[in-house]
């Protein structure tokens, strides 16, 4: 997943830092969480996709330092 995609699966400019970045991918795991929509395929593939981006994002900025 590109870093631009990422940003906009998880609704965010690419200026916050960190912390903020972890907040957000935490609110899009516990709302779209397997466990807690169950069967609901729309939203297992927008947990996989923000759990893909929190990664892609994370590398990157570790990548830049």
Do not use: C, W
């Amino acid at each position: 997943m590109s870093i631009l995609k990422s940003y906009r699966v998880l609704g965010i400019k690419g200026n916050e830092d960190l912390e903020y970045i972890k907040r957000i991918y935490k609110k899009f795991a516990h709302k779209y969480h397997p466990d807690k929509t169950r069967d609901d395929q729309m939203s297992l593939k927008m947990f996989i996709d923000a759990k893909q981006a929190y990664e892609t994002i994370l590398k990157h900025r570790l990548q830049q330092k």
